[in-house]
Protein backbone atom coordinates (compact mmCIF):
# COMPACT_ATOMS: atom_id res chain seq x y z
CA UNK A 1 0.00 0.00 0.00
CA UNK A 2 1.14 3.39 -0.90
CA UNK A 3 -0.71 6.65 0.81
CA UNK A 4 0.48 10.25 -0.91
CA UNK A 5 2.49 12.60 1.04
CA UNK A 6 -0.22 14.65 3.03
CA UNK A 7 -0.41 14.43 6.72
CA UNK A 8 -3.97 13.44 7.75
CA UNK A 9 -5.74 12.35 10.55
CA UNK A 10 -5.08 8.90 10.14
CA UNK A 11 -1.25 9.63 10.19
CA UNK A 12 -2.34 11.32 13.47
CA UNK A 13 -3.77 9.10 15.26
CA UNK A 14 -1.40 6.48 14.10
CA UNK A 15 1.30 8.64 14.98
CA UNK A 16 -0.16 8.86 18.84
CA UNK A 17 -1.09 5.45 18.71
CA UNK A 18 2.60 4.78 18.54
CA UNK A 19 4.00 7.23 20.56
CA UNK A 20 1.95 6.29 23.49
CA UNK A 21 3.72 2.69 22.83
CA UNK A 22 1.38 0.60 21.33
CA UNK A 23 3.10 -2.04 18.85
CA UNK A 24 -0.35 -4.02 17.88
CA UNK A 25 -3.11 -2.99 17.29
CA UNK A 26 -6.32 -5.58 17.57
CA UNK A 27 -8.87 -5.04 14.62
CA UNK A 28 -11.76 -6.49 13.25
CA UNK A 29 -12.61 -4.94 9.53
CA UNK A 30 -15.68 -3.52 8.03
CA UNK A 31 -16.63 -0.92 5.65
CA UNK A 32 -16.76 2.24 8.21
CA UNK A 33 -13.19 1.43 9.42
CA UNK A 34 -11.43 -0.02 6.08
CA UNK A 35 -9.83 3.48 5.19
CA UNK A 36 -8.36 4.31 9.09
CA UNK A 37 -7.22 0.60 8.70
CA UNK A 38 -5.28 1.97 5.69
CA UNK A 39 -3.45 4.71 7.85
CA UNK A 40 -2.61 2.66 10.76
CA UNK A 41 -0.82 -0.13 8.25
CA UNK A 42 0.92 2.52 7.20
CA UNK A 43 2.73 3.38 9.87
CA UNK A 44 6.25 1.94 10.06
CA UNK A 45 6.00 0.54 13.63
CA UNK A 46 2.14 -0.20 13.90
CA UNK A 47 1.10 -4.20 13.49
CA UNK A 48 -2.29 -5.46 13.30
CA UNK A 49 -3.80 -8.63 15.17
CA UNK A 50 -7.16 -9.64 13.56
CA UNK A 51 -9.71 -11.12 15.31
CA UNK A 52 -12.35 -13.47 15.08
CA UNK A 53 -15.09 -11.03 16.33
CA UNK A 54 -15.24 -7.36 18.15
CA UNK A 55 -15.78 -9.23 21.72
CA UNK A 56 -12.36 -11.18 21.20
CA UNK A 57 -10.95 -8.16 19.62
CA UNK A 58 -11.99 -6.13 22.68
CA UNK A 59 -11.03 -8.80 25.35
CA UNK A 60 -7.70 -9.58 23.03
CA UNK A 61 -6.89 -5.73 23.80
CA UNK A 62 -7.74 -5.63 27.02
CA UNK A 63 -5.37 -8.71 27.65
CA UNK A 64 -2.51 -6.83 25.43
CA UNK A 65 -3.06 -3.99 28.16
CA UNK A 66 -2.54 -5.96 31.07
CA UNK A 67 0.85 -7.36 29.96
CA UNK A 68 2.04 -3.93 27.79
CA UNK A 69 0.29 -1.30 30.04
CA UNK A 70 -2.50 0.18 27.35
CA UNK A 71 -3.58 -0.89 24.12
CA UNK A 72 -6.23 -0.19 20.90
CA UNK A 73 -8.80 -2.17 19.05
CA UNK A 74 -10.84 -1.02 16.00
CA UNK A 75 -13.79 -1.66 15.11
CA UNK A 76 -17.04 -1.11 12.26
CA UNK A 77 -19.73 1.00 13.78
CA UNK A 78 -22.50 -0.76 15.67
CA UNK A 79 -22.00 -4.36 14.68
CA UNK A 80 -18.72 -3.65 15.32
CA UNK A 81 -19.19 -1.64 18.06
CA UNK A 82 -21.65 -2.70 20.43
CA UNK A 83 -20.15 -6.37 20.57
CA UNK A 84 -17.18 -4.57 21.89
CA UNK A 85 -18.77 -2.76 24.49
CA UNK A 86 -19.03 -5.78 26.39
CA UNK A 87 -15.08 -6.59 26.69
CA UNK A 88 -15.19 -2.44 26.94
CA UNK A 89 -16.78 -2.79 30.00
CA UNK A 90 -14.36 -5.30 31.37
CA UNK A 91 -11.92 -3.11 30.15
CA UNK A 92 -13.21 -0.55 32.48
CA UNK A 93 -14.19 -3.02 35.51
CA UNK A 94 -11.08 -4.28 35.35
CA UNK A 95 -8.91 -1.12 35.26
CA UNK A 96 -7.48 -1.34 32.09
CA UNK A 97 -6.44 1.69 29.23
CA UNK A 98 -8.21 0.17 26.28
CA UNK A 99 -9.03 2.59 23.20
CA UNK A 100 -11.81 1.66 21.02
CA UNK A 101 -12.27 3.20 17.65
CA UNK A 102 -14.78 2.98 15.71
CA UNK A 103 -15.63 3.73 12.10
CA UNK A 104 -18.58 5.33 11.68
CA UNK A 105 -20.69 6.84 8.50
CA UNK A 106 -19.51 9.54 6.44
CA UNK A 107 -19.96 13.05 7.89
CA UNK A 108 -22.45 13.95 4.78
CA UNK A 109 -24.61 11.77 6.48
CA UNK A 110 -24.79 12.02 9.64
CA UNK A 111 -27.09 15.05 9.13
CA UNK A 112 -28.85 13.90 6.91
CA UNK A 113 -32.33 11.99 6.53
CA UNK A 114 -30.81 8.94 4.83
CA UNK A 115 -31.31 5.81 6.35
CA UNK A 116 -27.84 3.48 6.62
CA UNK A 117 -26.29 0.27 6.71
CA UNK A 118 -25.46 -1.38 10.11
CA UNK A 119 -27.79 1.36 11.94
CA UNK A 120 -30.72 0.38 13.70
CA UNK A 121 -32.54 2.26 10.05
CA UNK A 122 -33.67 5.39 12.09
CA UNK A 123 -32.09 8.72 11.78
CA UNK A 124 -30.45 8.33 14.85
CA UNK A 125 -26.64 8.14 14.79
CA UNK A 126 -26.18 9.23 18.59
CA UNK A 127 -27.20 5.70 20.16
CA UNK A 128 -23.56 4.09 19.92
CA UNK A 129 -21.86 7.44 21.33
CA UNK A 130 -24.23 7.25 24.52
CA UNK A 131 -23.64 3.78 25.37
CA UNK A 132 -20.10 4.84 24.85
CA UNK A 133 -20.29 7.90 27.42
CA UNK A 134 -21.04 5.18 30.26
CA UNK A 135 -18.27 3.00 29.62
CA UNK A 136 -15.17 4.61 28.96
CA UNK A 137 -13.89 7.70 30.89
CA UNK A 138 -13.40 10.00 27.31
CA UNK A 139 -15.60 9.43 24.34
CA UNK A 140 -14.87 11.96 21.25
CA UNK A 141 -16.43 11.79 17.90
CA UNK A 142 -14.43 13.57 15.26
CA UNK A 143 -16.38 15.57 13.13
CA UNK A 144 -14.10 18.22 11.97
CA UNK A 145 -10.83 17.30 11.04
CA UNK A 146 -8.92 20.51 12.73
CA UNK A 147 -10.47 18.93 15.94
CA UNK A 148 -9.27 15.90 15.97
CA UNK A 149 -5.44 16.23 16.97
CA UNK A 150 -7.02 18.06 20.20
CA UNK A 151 -9.85 15.64 20.94
CA UNK A 152 -7.17 12.38 20.13
CA UNK A 153 -4.85 13.88 21.98
CA UNK A 154 -7.84 14.18 24.96
CA UNK A 155 -9.37 10.90 24.95
CA UNK A 156 -5.57 9.00 25.01
CA UNK A 157 -4.74 11.11 27.82
CA UNK A 158 -7.61 10.25 30.13
CA UNK A 159 -7.02 6.79 29.15
CA UNK A 160 -3.37 7.03 30.39
CA UNK A 161 -4.59 9.15 33.36
CA UNK A 162 -7.36 7.32 34.33
CA UNK A 163 -6.54 3.75 33.58
CA UNK A 164 -9.84 3.26 31.88
CA UNK A 165 -11.34 2.73 28.20
CA UNK A 166 -11.76 5.51 26.15
CA UNK A 167 -13.41 6.05 22.79
CA UNK A 168 -12.61 7.42 19.60
CA UNK A 169 -15.54 7.70 16.84
CA UNK A 170 -13.90 8.03 12.90
CA UNK A 171 -16.40 8.86 10.27
CA UNK A 172 -15.11 6.99 7.14
CA UNK A 173 -14.35 10.28 5.46
CA UNK A 174 -12.67 11.23 7.83
CA UNK A 175 -9.31 9.18 8.22
CA UNK A 176 -8.20 10.97 4.56
CA UNK A 177 -8.44 14.57 6.03
CA UNK A 178 -5.15 16.81 6.17
CA UNK A 179 -4.52 17.82 9.63
CA UNK A 180 -2.05 19.53 11.54
CA UNK A 181 1.12 17.60 12.51
CA UNK A 182 1.40 16.54 16.66
CA UNK A 183 2.99 17.67 19.00
CA UNK A 184 5.37 16.82 21.87
CA UNK A 185 3.83 13.45 22.98
CA UNK A 186 4.30 14.85 26.97
CA UNK A 187 1.39 16.40 26.56
CA UNK A 188 -0.76 13.10 26.20
CA UNK A 189 1.79 10.85 28.80
CA UNK A 190 2.82 13.30 31.39
CA UNK A 191 1.73 11.90 34.38
CA UNK A 192 0.05 14.11 37.02
CA UNK A 193 2.15 14.50 40.58
CA UNK A 194 0.41 15.10 44.03
CA UNK A 195 -0.36 18.45 45.22
CA UNK A 196 2.38 18.72 48.23
CA UNK A 197 0.92 20.11 51.34
CA UNK A 198 -2.00 17.64 50.90
CA UNK A 199 0.85 14.12 50.59
CA UNK A 200 3.07 15.88 53.54
CA UNK A 201 -0.60 15.91 56.15
CA UNK A 202 -1.99 13.15 54.55
CA UNK A 203 1.26 10.89 55.15
CA UNK A 204 1.52 12.58 58.60
CA UNK A 205 -1.86 11.85 59.94
CA UNK A 206 -1.31 7.83 58.49
CA UNK A 207 1.46 7.85 60.58
CA UNK A 208 0.32 8.97 63.74
CA UNK A 209 -2.65 6.42 62.72
CA UNK A 210 -0.42 3.68 62.46
CA UNK A 211 2.04 4.22 65.05
CA UNK A 212 -1.05 4.37 68.06
CA UNK A 213 -2.20 0.55 66.30
CA UNK A 214 -0.83 -2.22 67.73
CA UNK A 215 -1.21 -4.70 65.18
CA UNK A 216 -1.33 -3.33 61.32
CA UNK A 217 -0.98 -5.17 58.10
CA UNK A 218 -1.06 -4.00 54.64
CA UNK A 219 -3.91 -5.00 51.69
CA UNK A 220 -2.97 -4.67 48.47
CA UNK A 221 -6.09 -4.26 46.07
CA UNK A 222 -6.42 -4.44 42.25
CA UNK A 223 -6.05 -0.95 41.03
CA UNK A 224 -2.43 -1.32 42.94
CA UNK A 225 -0.93 -2.36 39.40
CA UNK A 226 -2.79 0.34 37.39
CA UNK A 227 -1.19 3.04 39.92
CA UNK A 228 2.49 1.63 39.35
CA UNK A 229 2.73 1.11 43.01
CA UNK A 230 4.00 -2.17 43.72
CA UNK A 231 7.43 -1.05 44.59
CA UNK A 232 6.36 1.97 47.31
CA UNK A 233 4.11 -0.57 48.54
CA UNK A 234 6.72 -2.84 49.19
CA UNK A 235 9.10 -0.27 50.57
CA UNK A 236 6.06 0.25 53.23
CA UNK A 237 5.72 -3.35 54.21
CA UNK A 238 9.91 -3.76 54.50
CA UNK A 239 9.49 -0.43 56.86
CA UNK A 240 6.37 -1.69 58.93
CA UNK A 241 7.71 -5.50 59.04
CA UNK A 242 4.19 -5.85 58.79
CA UNK A 243 2.10 -8.65 57.47
CA UNK A 244 0.94 -8.28 53.52
CA UNK A 245 -2.19 -9.92 52.47
CA UNK A 246 -3.63 -9.48 48.60
CA UNK A 247 -7.31 -9.35 47.67
CA UNK A 248 -8.26 -12.44 44.92
CA UNK A 249 -7.90 -9.63 41.98
CA UNK A 250 -4.80 -8.51 42.97
CA UNK A 251 -2.85 -12.01 43.54
CA UNK A 252 0.49 -11.86 41.80
CA UNK A 253 1.09 -8.02 42.58
CA UNK A 254 3.33 -8.39 45.13
CA UNK A 255 5.87 -11.49 45.00
CA UNK A 256 4.53 -14.81 47.06
CA UNK A 257 8.21 -15.22 48.16
CA UNK A 258 8.16 -11.66 49.52
CA UNK A 259 9.17 -13.03 53.24
CA UNK A 260 5.99 -10.98 54.71
CA UNK A 261 3.43 -12.27 52.11
CA UNK A 262 0.60 -14.03 54.14
CA UNK A 263 -1.51 -15.25 50.87
CA UNK A 264 -5.05 -14.39 49.38
CA UNK A 265 -7.37 -12.47 51.63
CA UNK A 266 -10.84 -13.64 50.76
CA UNK A 267 -12.92 -14.51 54.16
CA UNK A 268 -13.27 -18.25 53.65
CA UNK A 269 -11.80 -18.69 50.38
CA UNK A 270 -8.07 -16.67 51.93
CA UNK A 271 -4.96 -19.00 51.06
CA UNK A 272 -2.12 -19.25 53.70
CA UNK A 273 -4.35 -18.68 56.59
CA UNK A 274 -4.80 -14.99 55.21
CA UNK A 275 -7.86 -14.57 56.90
CA UNK A 276 -6.76 -15.69 60.49
CA UNK A 277 -3.65 -13.22 60.04
CA UNK A 278 -6.39 -10.62 59.18
CA UNK A 279 -8.93 -11.15 61.55
CA UNK A 280 -5.94 -10.80 64.54
CA UNK A 281 -4.63 -7.11 62.89
CA UNK A 282 -6.16 -3.83 64.14
CA UNK A 283 -5.54 -1.61 61.49
CA UNK A 284 -5.67 -2.55 57.71
CA UNK A 285 -3.08 -0.05 55.13
CA UNK A 286 -4.83 -0.80 51.88
CA UNK A 287 -3.79 0.20 48.42
CA UNK A 288 -6.62 0.09 45.91
CA UNK A 289 -8.77 -2.09 47.28
CA UNK A 290 -11.98 -2.64 46.04
CA UNK A 291 -14.74 -5.07 48.00
CA UNK A 292 -17.23 -6.23 46.19
CA UNK A 293 -19.96 -8.52 47.29
CA UNK A 294 -17.65 -11.31 45.34
CA UNK A 295 -14.98 -10.64 47.10
CA UNK A 296 -16.22 -9.58 50.51
CA UNK A 297 -18.26 -12.96 50.69
CA UNK A 298 -21.59 -11.13 50.81
CA UNK A 299 -20.05 -7.82 52.52
CA UNK A 300 -18.72 -10.17 55.50
CA UNK A 301 -15.22 -9.45 54.97
CA UNK A 302 -13.21 -6.36 54.90
CA UNK A 303 -12.17 -4.06 57.76
CA UNK A 304 -14.06 -0.75 59.32
CA UNK A 305 -14.00 2.74 58.04
CA UNK A 306 -11.98 3.64 61.81
CA UNK A 307 -9.41 0.71 61.25
CA UNK A 308 -8.71 1.69 57.32
CA UNK A 309 -6.71 3.60 55.67
CA UNK A 310 -6.88 3.20 51.84
CA UNK A 311 -5.39 5.29 48.74
CA UNK A 312 -6.96 5.24 45.36
CA UNK A 313 -5.06 6.37 42.01
CA UNK A 314 -5.26 10.11 43.34
CA UNK A 315 -6.91 9.99 47.12
CA UNK A 316 -6.45 8.94 50.28
CA UNK A 317 -9.01 7.74 52.83
CA UNK A 318 -8.23 7.88 56.28
CA UNK A 319 -10.95 7.93 59.39
CA UNK A 320 -12.07 11.11 59.40
CA UNK A 321 -10.11 12.55 56.56
CA UNK A 322 -9.96 12.28 52.87
CA UNK A 323 -7.04 14.15 50.85
CA UNK A 324 -7.25 14.39 47.31
CA UNK A 325 -4.60 14.74 44.45
CA UNK A 326 -2.30 12.67 47.17
CA UNK A 327 -0.97 9.89 44.27
CA UNK A 328 -0.83 6.18 45.44
CA UNK A 329 2.60 5.66 45.06
CA UNK A 330 3.86 9.02 46.39
CA UNK A 331 1.70 8.13 49.49
CA UNK A 332 3.14 4.80 50.22
CA UNK A 333 7.05 5.57 49.66
CA UNK A 334 6.47 8.89 51.50
CA UNK A 335 4.95 7.37 54.40
CA UNK A 336 7.23 4.13 54.25
CA UNK A 337 10.02 7.09 55.22
CA UNK A 338 7.58 8.29 58.33
CA UNK A 339 6.53 5.03 59.89
CA UNK A 340 8.94 3.01 62.02
CA UNK A 341 8.80 -0.74 62.39
CA UNK A 342 5.46 -2.53 63.49
CA UNK A 343 5.67 -6.00 63.13
CA UNK A 344 2.86 -7.72 65.26
CA UNK A 345 1.26 -9.43 62.00
CA UNK A 346 4.58 -10.75 61.08
CA UNK A 347 5.15 -12.49 64.78
CA UNK A 348 1.83 -14.08 64.55
CA UNK A 349 2.04 -15.15 61.44
CA UNK A 350 4.66 -17.06 61.95
CA UNK A 351 3.05 -19.17 64.59
CA UNK A 352 -0.28 -19.73 62.47
CA UNK A 353 1.05 -20.05 58.69
CA UNK A 354 0.18 -23.47 57.45
CA UNK A 355 2.87 -25.19 55.04
CA UNK A 356 1.96 -24.63 51.62
CA UNK A 357 -0.22 -26.67 49.34
CA UNK A 358 1.59 -29.88 48.01
CA UNK A 359 -0.59 -32.44 46.81
CA UNK A 360 1.00 -35.78 46.69
CA UNK A 361 0.94 -37.59 43.26
CA UNK A 362 -2.52 -39.95 42.71
CA UNK A 363 -2.10 -43.12 41.13
CA UNK A 364 -1.11 -42.54 37.38
CA UNK A 365 -3.64 -44.89 35.77
CA UNK A 366 -6.66 -43.33 37.70
CA UNK A 367 -9.28 -41.06 36.52
CA UNK A 368 -7.77 -37.53 36.48
CA UNK A 369 -9.30 -35.86 40.53
CA UNK A 370 -9.30 -31.83 40.71
CA UNK A 371 -6.57 -32.47 43.29
CA UNK A 372 -3.68 -34.42 40.66
CA UNK A 373 -4.77 -32.06 38.23
CA UNK A 374 -3.90 -29.13 40.05
CA UNK A 375 -0.32 -30.76 41.12
CA UNK A 376 0.52 -31.41 37.44
CA UNK A 377 -0.35 -27.32 36.50
CA UNK A 378 1.58 -26.31 39.38
CA UNK A 379 4.47 -27.78 37.81
CA UNK A 380 4.18 -26.51 34.68
CA UNK A 381 4.81 -22.64 36.54
CA UNK A 382 7.61 -20.98 36.39
CA UNK A 383 9.12 -17.72 36.92
CA UNK A 384 8.27 -16.90 33.63
CA UNK A 385 4.77 -18.17 33.26
CA UNK A 386 1.30 -15.95 33.36
CA UNK A 387 -1.38 -17.78 34.80
CA UNK A 388 -4.92 -16.75 33.46
CA UNK A 389 -7.49 -18.19 35.98
CA UNK A 390 -11.05 -18.00 33.80
CA UNK A 391 -13.90 -17.48 35.87
CA UNK A 392 -15.29 -20.79 37.31
CA UNK A 393 -13.71 -23.06 39.66
CA UNK A 394 -10.38 -21.98 38.00
CA UNK A 395 -10.59 -18.92 39.98
CA UNK A 396 -10.29 -20.95 43.27
CA UNK A 397 -7.84 -23.35 41.73
CA UNK A 398 -5.75 -20.43 40.41
CA UNK A 399 -6.02 -18.88 43.90
CA UNK A 400 -3.88 -21.89 45.18
CA UNK A 401 -1.46 -21.91 43.30
CA UNK A 402 1.97 -21.21 44.24
CA UNK A 403 3.43 -18.30 42.34
CA UNK A 404 7.30 -18.64 41.62
CA UNK A 405 9.58 -15.05 41.71
CA UNK A 406 8.75 -13.84 38.20
CA UNK A 407 5.23 -15.93 37.99
CA UNK A 408 2.30 -13.63 36.97
CA UNK A 409 -1.70 -14.33 37.89
CA UNK A 410 -4.29 -12.63 35.35
CA UNK A 411 -8.10 -12.77 36.50
CA UNK A 412 -11.31 -10.99 35.52
CA UNK A 413 -13.25 -10.97 38.75
CA UNK A 414 -15.15 -7.52 38.40
CA UNK A 415 -16.31 -8.13 35.30
CA UNK A 416 -16.40 -12.26 35.83
CA UNK A 417 -17.22 -12.50 31.80
CA UNK A 418 -16.77 -15.92 31.17
CA UNK A 419 -14.99 -16.50 27.74
CA UNK A 420 -12.34 -13.97 28.58
CA UNK A 421 -9.75 -15.97 29.14
CA UNK A 422 -8.80 -17.05 25.48
CA UNK A 423 -9.26 -14.10 23.99
CA UNK A 424 -7.38 -12.01 26.64
CA UNK A 425 -4.55 -14.51 26.72
CA UNK A 426 -4.04 -13.65 23.17
CA UNK A 427 -3.38 -9.98 23.59
CA UNK A 428 -1.25 -11.14 26.57
CA UNK A 429 0.98 -13.86 24.49
CA UNK A 430 1.04 -10.98 21.48
CA UNK A 431 2.60 -8.73 23.85
CA UNK A 432 4.55 -11.14 26.09
CA UNK A 433 6.10 -13.68 23.12
CA UNK A 434 8.89 -14.52 25.67
CA UNK A 435 6.82 -15.67 28.46
CA UNK A 436 4.89 -18.52 28.80
CA UNK A 437 1.06 -18.11 28.94
CA UNK A 438 -0.94 -20.55 30.42
CA UNK A 439 -4.21 -20.81 30.45
CA UNK A 440 -6.72 -22.89 33.37
CA UNK A 441 -10.26 -22.02 31.58
CA UNK A 442 -13.44 -24.39 32.10
CA UNK A 443 -15.90 -26.33 29.66
CA UNK A 444 -18.73 -23.40 29.67
CA UNK A 445 -16.41 -20.48 29.49
CA UNK A 446 -14.23 -21.74 26.51
CA UNK A 447 -17.67 -22.40 24.53
CA UNK A 448 -18.00 -18.28 24.33
CA UNK A 449 -14.87 -17.41 22.44
CA UNK A 450 -12.89 -20.61 21.73
CA UNK A 451 -12.59 -19.76 18.26
CA UNK A 452 -9.65 -17.30 18.92
CA UNK A 453 -7.53 -20.12 19.38
CA UNK A 454 -7.57 -19.50 15.88
CA UNK A 455 -5.12 -16.14 16.17
CA UNK A 456 -2.68 -18.23 18.23
CA UNK A 457 -2.27 -20.78 15.80
CA UNK A 458 -1.59 -18.22 13.11
CA UNK A 459 1.13 -15.96 15.12
CA UNK A 460 2.19 -19.14 16.14
CA UNK A 461 2.15 -18.49 20.28
CA UNK A 462 2.67 -21.11 22.61
CA UNK A 463 -0.06 -20.27 24.35
CA UNK A 464 -0.51 -23.85 27.07
CA UNK A 465 -4.71 -24.29 27.65
CA UNK A 466 -5.76 -26.71 29.98
CA UNK A 467 -9.55 -27.08 29.32
CA UNK A 468 -11.12 -28.33 32.36
CA UNK A 469 -14.40 -30.25 31.12
CA UNK A 470 -17.08 -30.73 34.05
CA UNK A 471 -19.64 -30.82 31.93
CA UNK A 472 -21.59 -27.97 33.07
CA UNK A 473 -21.54 -24.59 35.02
CA UNK A 474 -20.09 -25.97 38.07
CA UNK A 475 -19.91 -22.84 39.36
CA UNK A 476 -23.54 -21.94 38.70
CA UNK A 477 -24.38 -25.22 40.62
CA UNK A 478 -22.62 -24.43 43.60
CA UNK A 479 -24.65 -20.84 43.44
CA UNK A 480 -28.06 -22.68 42.48
CA UNK A 481 -28.77 -25.70 40.44
CA UNK A 482 -30.94 -26.47 37.78
CA UNK A 483 -31.01 -27.99 34.46
CA UNK A 484 -29.65 -25.02 32.61
CA UNK A 485 -26.73 -25.81 34.46
CA UNK A 486 -25.50 -28.65 32.02
CA UNK A 487 -24.50 -28.10 28.87
CA UNK A 488 -23.79 -29.81 25.45
CA UNK A 489 -20.17 -31.74 25.56
CA UNK A 490 -17.66 -31.00 22.63
CA UNK A 491 -14.63 -32.84 21.52
CA UNK A 492 -12.13 -29.95 22.50
CA UNK A 493 -9.24 -31.36 21.20
CA UNK A 494 -10.73 -31.87 18.02
CA UNK A 495 -12.19 -28.30 18.01
CA UNK A 496 -8.43 -27.04 18.64
CA UNK A 497 -6.85 -29.09 15.60
CA UNK A 498 -9.63 -27.67 12.91
CA UNK A 499 -7.84 -24.45 13.31
CA UNK A 500 -4.73 -26.12 11.67
CA UNK A 501 -6.38 -26.07 8.65
CA UNK A 502 -3.23 -25.83 6.08
CA UNK A 503 -0.44 -24.72 7.84
CA UNK A 504 -1.02 -24.20 11.83
CA UNK A 505 1.10 -26.46 14.34
CA UNK A 506 -1.73 -26.68 17.26
CA UNK A 507 -2.22 -29.43 19.28
CA UNK A 508 -5.10 -30.69 20.89
CA UNK A 509 -5.33 -33.44 23.46
CA UNK A 510 -6.89 -35.43 25.96
CA UNK A 511 -6.30 -36.48 29.05
CA UNK A 512 -8.37 -38.63 31.52
CA UNK A 513 -5.69 -39.80 33.31
CA UNK A 514 -2.69 -38.60 35.76
CA UNK A 515 0.01 -40.19 33.14
CA UNK A 516 -1.75 -39.24 30.19
CA UNK A 517 -1.92 -35.87 31.87
CA UNK A 518 2.00 -35.90 32.24
CA UNK A 519 2.48 -37.03 28.74
CA UNK A 520 0.54 -34.36 27.43
CA UNK A 521 2.42 -31.44 29.63
CA UNK A 522 5.58 -32.64 27.73
CA UNK A 523 4.11 -32.74 24.27
CA UNK A 524 2.86 -29.09 24.97
CA UNK A 525 5.77 -27.92 26.60
CA UNK A 526 7.99 -29.32 23.58
CA UNK A 527 5.26 -27.24 20.79
CA UNK A 528 7.10 -24.07 20.21
CA UNK A 529 5.38 -23.12 17.33
CA UNK A 530 1.70 -22.95 18.42
CA UNK A 531 -1.00 -23.56 21.33
CA UNK A 532 -1.86 -26.69 22.54
CA UNK A 533 -4.98 -27.52 24.08
CA UNK A 534 -5.32 -30.31 26.84
CA UNK A 535 -8.75 -31.30 27.21
CA UNK A 536 -9.16 -32.53 31.42
CA UNK A 537 -11.34 -34.80 32.80
CA UNK A 538 -12.68 -33.28 36.29
CA UNK A 539 -15.96 -35.20 37.41
CA UNK A 540 -19.06 -32.57 37.58
CA UNK A 541 -18.67 -32.71 41.98
CA UNK A 542 -15.17 -32.60 42.36
CA UNK A 543 -14.08 -29.01 43.16
CA UNK A 544 -12.79 -27.04 45.77
CA UNK A 545 -14.45 -26.63 49.07
CA UNK A 546 -13.62 -23.06 48.82
CA UNK A 547 -16.41 -22.94 46.19
CA UNK A 548 -19.15 -24.94 47.50
CA UNK A 549 -18.74 -22.32 50.98
CA UNK A 550 -18.58 -19.42 48.65
CA UNK A 551 -21.26 -20.31 46.47
CA UNK A 552 -23.74 -20.99 49.40
CA UNK A 553 -22.83 -17.60 50.81
CA UNK A 554 -23.26 -15.77 46.86
CA UNK A 555 -26.53 -18.00 47.28
CA UNK A 556 -27.90 -16.37 50.08
CA UNK A 557 -26.73 -12.95 48.95
CA UNK A 558 -28.30 -13.14 45.56
CA UNK A 559 -31.83 -14.24 47.83
CA UNK A 560 -32.26 -11.49 50.50
CA UNK A 561 -35.55 -10.63 50.37
CA UNK A 562 -36.61 -6.63 49.36
CA UNK A 563 -36.34 -4.34 51.87
CA UNK A 564 -39.67 -3.65 53.18
CA UNK A 565 -41.43 -0.38 51.97
CA UNK A 566 -41.39 2.32 54.61
C1 LIG B 1 -21.43 -18.91 34.41
C2 LIG B 1 -20.35 -19.66 34.89
O1 LIG B 1 -17.43 -24.72 32.76
O2 LIG B 1 -16.52 -23.40 34.72
O3 LIG B 1 -15.71 -24.46 36.79
O4 LIG B 1 -17.56 -25.54 35.53
O5 LIG B 1 -17.95 -23.42 36.74
P1 LIG B 1 -16.96 -24.24 36.02
P2 LIG B 1 -17.20 -23.35 33.29
O6 LIG B 1 -16.37 -22.47 32.48
O7 LIG B 1 -18.61 -22.70 33.54
C3 LIG B 1 -18.75 -21.33 33.86
C4 LIG B 1 -20.09 -21.11 34.56
C5 LIG B 1 -22.43 -19.53 33.49
N1 LIG B 1 -21.60 -17.60 34.81
O8 LIG B 1 -20.11 -21.88 35.73
S1 LIG B 1 -19.21 -18.93 35.95
C6 LIG B 1 -22.63 -16.67 34.39
C7 LIG B 1 -22.19 -15.86 33.21
C8 LIG B 1 -20.98 -15.12 33.22
N2 LIG B 1 -20.60 -14.45 32.10
C9 LIG B 1 -21.38 -14.45 31.01
N3 LIG B 1 -22.53 -15.13 30.96
C10 LIG B 1 -22.94 -15.84 32.05
N4 LIG B 1 -20.19 -15.09 34.30
C11 LIG B 1 -20.91 -13.71 29.81
MG1 LIG C 1 -17.47 -26.51 33.64
Redesign the pocket.
Known sequence: MTKDTQFTVGDYLAERLSQIGIINHFVVPGDYNLKLLDYLEYHPKLSEIGCCNELNCAFAAEGYARAHGIAAAVVTYSVGALTAF?GIGGAYAENLPVILISGAPNTNDLNSSHILHHTIGTHNFDYQMDIAKNLTVAAVALRRAAEAPRLIDHALRQAILQHKPVYIEVPTNMATQPCAKPGPISAVIEPETSDKPSLEQATDVAADLIAKSEKPIMLAGPKLRAAGAEKAFLKLAEALDAAVVVQPSAKGFISEEFKNYAGVYWGLASTRAADKIGDFADFFIGAGTVFNDYTSNGYKVGPSAEQFIDSDYMHVTLPGYEFTRVKMDEFLGRLADKVSKKNATMVEYARIKPALLNYAPANPKELLTREELMRQIQGVIDGNTTLYA?????WFNGMQMNLPEGAKFEIEMQW????WSVPSALGYAVAAPNRRTVIM??????Q?TGQELAQMVLHKLPVIIFL?N?R??????QIHDGPY?R?KNWDYAAFMESFNAEDGKAKGLKANTGEELEQAIQIALANKEGPTLIECYNH?DD?TKE?VEWGSTVGATNARAPAPDN
Open positions: DETGDSGHIGVGDGSFLINGYTIEINITCL
